[in-house]
Each structure stands twice: as structure tokens, then as C-alpha cells.
């Protein structure tokens, strides 16, 4: 089973987790052009690497960030959000 | 094929001849190079060659032909989709299937069954509404059927699921049909390869060389291709060749896993689709079920199975059919999807000269391999869109116009 370590709750049980995304930043709507808009909207790094991730402990509610490879699947920290 | 057969057991020579040549040397510069010998590609290929006389072609494979998504889907070919830019796109493809055994004088196992999308609630039957009126007003074989029309056709079916999910009705699609997916790469490869490609199977691509935003050539394993035109056709692994170009897409990757059952006598004849229970299943021509559920939950570049996917699918299935609780699983694999948000493909021509693009086939790209490879090889050969896939061009995603087809996808994502 895989297992993934909330910054709260320690390592828990992969099926305890959701899967947010990755992190982006938003600019600010009112003073972007559309086709950045767009931009933020739809496209996506898709590509191999580490990526900085969304995830959330369903059972305790917390949301924090995962470094992941999303080749190998291996996590390579988690914390909290503003506490890199 | 006993003819055949019959003919090969007198002939003298032995052993067949192979499908396709083997090149070993890589030229320093083709007309068109097409990355991945996945059915899309190989199709892309063999369709410049026939249909624009392009034959100066290289498909660069980075493993065996038909080894990718080809080879890893649940080889079902439908086109009751929701938008009529998917219908028409998807029943294009449908139509191209009919005669392909006999346009490729190989039998691609092409049956038609049936298929049934159940509804599992009302709301859900809604949607099956708006798609079977779509799908008429395009004359697609498609309608809304009651639960005694199933129970009759499937008769093992339990309409209750267990009482978890009672059956409301459900889409039926009579043109609904499956394949021999690896058929259909050979098929393509063999003919492609007679009309003069050269297919190069164990060469990566390892970079693209972009010249004043046109594409100039390609970096492979064994050494650099000058050409002017790169046709990507590499669906779960696009991103990888997107960053050589440097392009942005929507694209981002889920596995997608399936399995087979022991082979059984012929029970099922159709093909069984439940969004609700995140299912589909039919039988194959050598009696196995082949049967596979919706997308693994998070981001991940690779074919690894799970054990959690096999205990989930299992549970579903016998919530539709308690007859196969002794049924044993006989193999489990994963593929590779690369989705897009608005479900649909994206195809074309794209801001890097001389770069198309064929991908975001997320689960539904094998129904899709006749079309894509013709509307592709006529792009590229044009070098403009084919007025087919205009509506997935990927420069959609920045002029806010996609094509909504979550609603159609086969199961809930």
C-alpha cells in the first residue's frame, strides 16, 4: 500500500488523500491580458519532473503541498502551505 | 484466412515473410518524420503515402510498434458523442473501421455488438437523452432503451446492481463495435511500410531543432534527421516532445488501467458501459472479458498497475454481473492518458512551423485511429487543418472555444 506523510497526521494511507493539482500561481485578473488568462486557465506543465502538488487528508481536512516525481512516483517532501 | 493458411502449409517458403522491413540505417534527412508507431502514427503514415503520395516518411518508434496506448486500450469503437464536432469526427472514424480488413487485407477481428451506456440515475439519463437527439440529427444509429430492453439483450445483468444503483435505462448504440487493437498497428505498419515508409522501431527522439520557429530537424539515438516536417503522434507521452519544441498544452497525465478474465464461453454479446459504476466490459473473440474502469486519481507517468484498481473494478463488475464471482483475473495492466479538460483531442497545426500535433486522446484515442490518421496525414501534406479537426486545433484552449466532451466520455472521470 502506498503511504503518504501529512504534515499533520503523519504518515497515513494513500486512500486517506486527494489529488489537488499543481500548485500555480493566479495573476491577477483584472490586470491580465486574456490570452495570459487563458494561459492560467487550461495550460499545464505536464512534463515529466518534480512538480509541486495540491494534496489534501480527506479525514483531518488539511490541505498542504507534496514534492513528487510524477515519473517515479516518489514523494519527496510534504509541509504545510507558507511553511517551505 | 484457411485459404490462406491452407496455401502457406504447401508453399516452400518458409518462414512467412515478415509485415514490415527492419531498417538499420537511419537516413540523414527524410520529407516527413512522424514520432510514435502507435496505430496513429503508422495510420498518419500510411495515409500520406497512399492518399498525398508523400513516401518519404521515417516513423520513429521508441520501443516496438502497437507497444503504447495501441496495444493497452479496451479496443472499443463507438461514436455516440455528445458534441456534433465529436460525432461527426468519431462516426468518420467508425465508418473507416467497417472496411479497414479488407483496405488492409488483414483481418482486424472488427465486430460490431452493441453498446449499451447504462444510466444509473435520472439525471443520467438526461444526458443519454441529449446525446442519442445529437447523435439522430447526425444519423448515428442511437437511442434511448428501457431496462426490459436490456435485460433482454443482457441477460445476466442484475438491474438492481445490488440494490446499490438501480438501472434506469440506458444509450444504445447498435454500431458499437471492437477490434484486434494490435491488429490494426500491424495492419497499418505493413501497409505503410509496402508504400515505401520506413519504420524505425527501438529510435527515440531525444530533441527537435526549431530554426526561427520552424522545425528543421530531429535529434534520435542514432543520429540527427534533417527534415521540415515532424508530425507527433506519441498521445501519452506528448509532453515529453511538446517541452523539445516548446510548446504549452493542457495536457496532463493519468494512468489508465484494465484488465482481462479468464477466457469464457461466449455469454456477451454487447459491450457494457456504466458511467456510474466507473465500468465497462465485452467479450473478445477468444472469450475473455476485457474490462476496464475510470482514471487512476492523481498525475503519474507510468504503466504501473495497482492493486487498488483490481479490487475496485472487481466489486463493480460483480455488482453488474454476481454470475462472475468465481471469474478469476487473468492479467492487469496500465496505459497512459493524456487529458485534456474539455475531453476532446487536440490535433493540427500549432505556432511551431512545420510541428503537428496529434494527442490528447486521453481514453478514447484507439476508436479515433482510422480518422486521425487521415485528417493528419492531409494536414500535414496541406500543411493546414482538415476541416474535421479544425474544432481541436490547440490553439482553442486560448480563445476560450473548447469542445465539451466530458459528458460522453466513456466513464466519469
Known amino acids: ?84 | 484466412m484457411p485459404y490462406r493458411l491452407l496455401k502457406f502449409g504447401f508453399s516452400k517458403h518458409y518462414p512467412e515473410q515478415r509485415m514490415f522491413r527492419s531498417p538499420t540505417v537511419l537516413k540523414g534527412e527524410y520529407d516527413t518524420v512522424v514520432i510514435g508507431g502507435g496505430g496513429h502514427g503508422l495510420a498518419a503514415a500510411y495515409y500520406l503515402a497512399r492518399d498525398h503520395g508523400v513516401t518519404d516518411v521515417a516513423v520513429l518508434e521508441k520501443g516496438y510498434i502497437g507497444s503504447g496506448g495501441t496495444g493497452r486500450n479496451t479496443a472499443i469503437v463507438r461514436s455516440n458523442y455528445l458534441t456534433p464536432e465529436g460525432a461527426r469526427f468519431y462516426d468518420a472514424s467508425l465508418q473507416l473501421f467497417r472496411d479497414l480488413s479488407r483496405d488492409l487485407n488483414l483481418n482486424l477481428f472488427y465486430s460490431e455488438r452493441g453498446h449499451f451506456t447504462l444510466a444509473h440515475s435520472p439525471a443520467s439519463l438526461r444526458t443519454q437523452r441529449w446525446r442519442a437527439e445529437t447523435n439522430k440529427h447526425l444519423g448515428i444509429e442511437s437511442e434511448i432503451v428501457g431496462p426490459e430492453f436490456i435485460k433482454e439483450a443482457v441477460p445476466e445483468i442484475d438491474l438492481n446492481c445490488g440494490g446499490q444503483a438501480p438501472i434506469h435505462g440506458a444509450l444504445f448504440h447498435p454500431p458499437g463495435a471492437i477490434a484486434r487493437h494490435d491488429a490494426v498497428a500491424w495492419g497499418y505498419a505493413r501497409g505503410a511500410d509496402g508504400l515505401g515508409v520506413e519504420i524505425h522501431q527501438q529510435t527515440p527522439v531525444t530533441g527537435i531543432e526549431v530554426e526561427d520557429g520552424r522545425v528543421v530537424g530531429v535529434h534520435t539515438d542514432k543520429g540527427f534527421i534533417q527534415t521540415r516536417r515532424v508530425l507527433s503522434a506519441v498521445a501519452g507521452w506528448t509532453t515529453h516532445i511538446t517541452k523539445m519544441v516548446g510548446l504549452r498544452t493542457p495536457l496532463v497525465i493519468h494512468p489508465l488501467q484494465a484488465a482481462v478474465t479468464e477466457p469464457l464461453k461466449p455469454w456477451l454479446d454487447h459491450i457494457v458501459v456504466s458511467a456510474g459504476l466507473h465500468l465497462y466490459v465485452s467479450q473478445s473473440s477468444r472469450g475473455e472479458l476485457v474490462t476496464g474502469a475510470s482514471l487512476d486519481p492523481y498525475e503519474l507517468i507510468s504503466t504501473r498497475s495497482t492493486l487498488d484498481f483490481a479490487e475496485g473494478l472487481s466489486g463493480h463488475l460483480l455488482d453488474l454481473f454476481p454470475c462472475l464471482a468465481d471469474v478469476k483475473l487473468l492479467r492487469q495492466w496500465g496505459g497512459l492518458s493524456d487529458m485534456t479538460p474539455d475531453f476532446s483531442p487536440i490535433m493540427g497545426t500549432t505556432d511551431v512551423q512545420g510541428f503537428y500535433i496529434d494527442a490528447g486522446w486521453g481514453t478514447w484515442g484507439f476508436k479515433a485511429t482510422p480518422i486521425s490518421g487521415k485528417t493528419m496525414a492531409f494536414t500535414v501534406a496541406e500543411e493546414r487543418d482538415h476541416e474535421l479537426i479544425r474544432p481541436f486545433r490547440l490553439s482553442r484552449f486560448r480563445e476560450f472555444r473548447l469542445v465539451g466532451e466530458k459528458g460522453a466520455a466513456s466513464v466519469g472521470h
Request: aromatic share 14%; net charge negative.
Open chain 1, 1 to 84: 500500500m502506498k503511504i503518504l506523510n501529512c504534515p499533520l497526521n503523519g504518515p497515513r494511507p494513500l486512500q486517506e488523500f486527494q489529488f489537488g493539482g499543481e500548485v500555480r500561481e493566479m495573476p491577477d485578473p483584472d490586470r491580465v491580458s486574456d490570452e495570459e488568462w487563458a494561459d492560467y486557465v487550461f495550460q499545464r506543465s505536464g512534463e515529466p519532473g518534480v512538480k509541486r502538488e495540491w494534496w489534501y487528508h480527506i479525514a483531518s481536512g488539511t490541505w498542504f503541498i507534496a514534492e513528487r516525481n510524477n515519473q517515479t512516483d516518489e514523494t519527496l517532501r510534504t509541509y504545510l502551505p507558507g511553511s517551505e
